[in-house]
């Protein structure tokens, strides 16, 4: 179960998710992501990310970077934040403490 | 103590999610083409993962026995190329997908089984598991089985007697393979009966999962540590299973799960994931190519989960490359 609430933090698109993203909830979220602009993925209720769901969050960065826009994630829970060093995730998403910080910087 | 896994609970949560999401699933039917099998109960469902590190994760009815059927064949080959060397076995036996049906009756070019899974390609291949007497190969097979899956196995006698009463289009095989001299006539009829035989053995989704994981921890069971099989033989014995493992749905499977795995028509199914874990299913409901419903599903599932497929845009490749040239690998954003 997957649930995306989507809000804004000044000109950047906040999209707070919460439950799993996986195999089955992943187009839940492809669905959410907008054309272009700053995307935040607030993952301060996401408990669960597999390798199903790293492939949504590499579909929104590929979806947004060529057209200048920016994808950031927020409040990375530590088990899905462990899961995203040890993938290498984060040397292409910039991951910040809260969305706040991601909307601003 | 915190492994590559870490607590582990994930992948148990993972299996049980599995189960339960396809515990309901009542496509196929049990195999009859032998009376033995077809008193197998179809709700009978079993998942299991073993890893390098010697940890299992289980759910359902990993208890259970049934029969090796077509996954003895894999083992066996990784057996006789521990024996052999590649070369000699390859000229008796393809490595050649056929997309035909396991009971193919068609030779390649050179008069050889095209691999050694279909069945003229795993007797051949069981012919080349010598001895001094009948009794002694059964025992290198039975033993090498035992060692990978870590206790001792035994045939199911009925099973066996029944196979062998029935198995006249194997027997067919046995004398075409003969006739081309892919097995001699001397041996024949005994590596017929000893294939019998390896498909007639008791196993558990718990043993396939572990002989999964002493193949993909390069031939020594992690639970035991003794060395099964030679490590020069798996990467061969992998790409036979990643190529022609899954019958005529091998294509399909490479496609959609991208494990080299082996079924069997009592429902079995053994995957290796290299170097990390072996998993195994059991679920007797097979579909018309003869591999089990649930266990498709299952395996698929836990392959985009955890990004298991060979091609898996997660799968960093060779890490041998990586520390001779620093050639990291990087997730694209183009």
Redesign the interface.
Known sequence: MLTVKESQIGTATILECSGRL??VTGPTLDAKIPDGGVVVLDMAELN?V???G??SI?QA??KL??KGGSLRLSSLQP?VQ?LLEL???L??VKSFPDKDSAAKA | MENSF?SGS?IQN?LEQAYKEYQSVDEGTVASYIPELSRANPDHFGICVATVEGKTFEVGDCDQEFTMQSISKILVYALALSLHAEKEVSLHVGVEPSGDAFNSIQLDKKNRAFNPMVNAGAITTTAFVHGATFESRWAKILDTLSAAAGRTLRMDEKVYQSESKTGHRNRALTWLVTNFNQIEATNNLEALELYFMQCSILVTARDLAVMGATLANMGTNPFTGQSVFDVQCIQATLSVMFTCGMYDFAGEWAFRVGIPAKSGVAGGILGVVNRQIGIGTFSPRIDEKGNSSRGIRVFQ?LS?????HTF???N?GSSFLSGLSGVE??????
């Open positions: 996986d195999v669960y597999s390798s199903a790293l492939r590499l960065l590929k970077q060529p088990d462990r993938s290498g995730f040397s292409l | 870490g994930k993972l599932y985009e989960e955890l990004g298991l898996n845009f997660m960093h690998s990087k997730v694209p954003t183009r």
